[in-house]
């Protein structure tokens, strides 16, 4: 742990288990604790998607456990002006924004870090799985994964910078998740066995189409084989991210005899969009060389260190929970490419590419196009599909 005893640290409280823990353990360590409820989103939250008044409630009594103070502080405007607007532009675009990570960057680091600093804190806190660790040969920050694999966060915060880090702790980055519980457990918290919040705020459990139509006009057109074949029909692009199984109406639609990466009893999965022709085009199989891709091109980079790794040879993530990738990194524009040893699953404009050197995380940029293994031109006289959303 880095931080020293006795400074004024600023909790963000998010009614969760891990903010929980994680004030407590500061709390243990000496640490003048204050707790901040951030919400973000305050459009409907009195329906019963949005838990946020639930949720508050729930940190507000922990506050009362562990007899730290708790400030309720209001960053809807900024949220929407900062993450949602840019949400609802991606998606307009066809692409599949992650606004998680977009939320650490301008919200939970940064208008929630300000807001801190304003209180007199040294440093804040959050329940990420994740760790910092100051490297003196350098005189550098380093963003490392959470000890525990099957929670690690890092993906979510590879866009922190040098200034965001080292003012930030992440104590429960250094447990398994397990261990959180127990601690929860044993001095009483009253969420201890909360559930785990999935999805993001503004969304919560309630259908992501149901959502997006609110801001988003429908457009339907065609769903289309890769030979050009009309199976059904699609509500919009910006409804459907790639690799998707389910939702296509499509799911009676067999072809008999093997079709490449499929079979007559083969699943439909979204494999790519022609913008201009309105068209999703879908293909049979997990394994279809049009979901498998070898090289991506990725732009907005953002690096932990300040400046683009030296090292060439690193490994990726170009999704949350996917295990690291080898590949060859090379800087390009304002952006970088990656190519794969090993073809990589549904590779998804909009999503984030993260770097890896071994634990440590040194950033990332925002997936603007993938070649896959089968980018060549539809059957005679079908034309070219474009690629996905670049």
């Not at 683009?308 to 800087?331: E, S």
Request: charged content about 25%.
């Amino acid at each position: 742990m880095n931080a020293h005893p006795k400074q004024r640290v600023v909790v963000g409280l998010s009614g969760g288990v891990d903010s929980a823990v994680t004030a407590h353990l500061l709390k243990q360590q000496g640490h003048e604790v204050v707790g901040i409820f951030m919400k973000n989103w305050e459009d409907d939250d009195d329906s019963e998607y949005c838990s946020s008044n639930v949720d508050f409630v729930d940190a507000a009594a922990v506050a009362d456990v562990l007899g730290i103070e708790i400030e309720h502080v209001n960053f809807a405007a900024d949220y929407k002006d900062r993450v949602f607007a840019e949400f609802l532009r991606e998606y307009q675009a066809g692409r599949t924004p992650n606004p998680d990570v977009l939320c650490n960057a301008e919200i939970k680091f940064k208008a929630f870090l300000d807001h801190a600093m304003r209180l007199g804190a040294e440093k804040i806190a959050t329940g990420h799985y994740a760790r910092v660790r100051f490297d003196a040969a350098t005189g550098q920050h380093q963003l490392l994964k959470g000890l525990d694999p099957s929670k690690d966060q890092s993906y979510f915060l590879h866009r922190l910078n040098q200034a965001q880090l080292g003012r930030t702790l992440f104590p429960v980055g250094e447990l398994r998740k397990t261990e959180v519980r127990r601690i929860a457990e044993e001095i009483c918290l009253p969420n201890a066995k909360k559930k785990d919040s999935t999805g993001i705020c503004f969304i919560g459990e309630r259908p992501f189409r149901e959502f997006l139509n609110r801001y988003i006009r429908k457009e339907p057109g065609a769903i289309q084989d890769e030979r050009g074949r009309t199976l059904g029909r699609h509500e919009g692009l910006s409804f459907y991210t790639l690799g998707q199984r389910q939702g296509l109406g499509i799911g009676g639609i067999k072809e008999k005899g093997a079709q490449r990466g499929g079979g007559a009893h083969a699943p439909w999965f979204v494999a790519r969009k022609d913008l201009e022709k309105n068209v999703l085009r879908v293909v049979q199989g997990h394994e279809h060389p049009w979901l498998l891709s070898h090289r991506l091109v990725a732009e907005d980079a953002s690096w932990v260190a300040g400046s683009a790794p030296a090292a060439t040879a690193l490994a990726a993530k170009t999704r949350y929970r996917q295990t690291d990738a080898a590949c060859r990194f090379a800087r390009a524009g304002e952006g970088f490419t990656l190519c794969f040893p090993q073809p990589q699953w549904a590779v998804t404009p909009g999503q984030s590419a993260v770097l890896y050197d071994g634990e440590v995380c040194l950033g990332g940029g925002v997936i603007a196009s993938a070649q896959t293994l089968a980018d060549a031109p539809v059957r005679a006289g079908q034309g070219r599909v474009s690629e996905p959303s670049a």
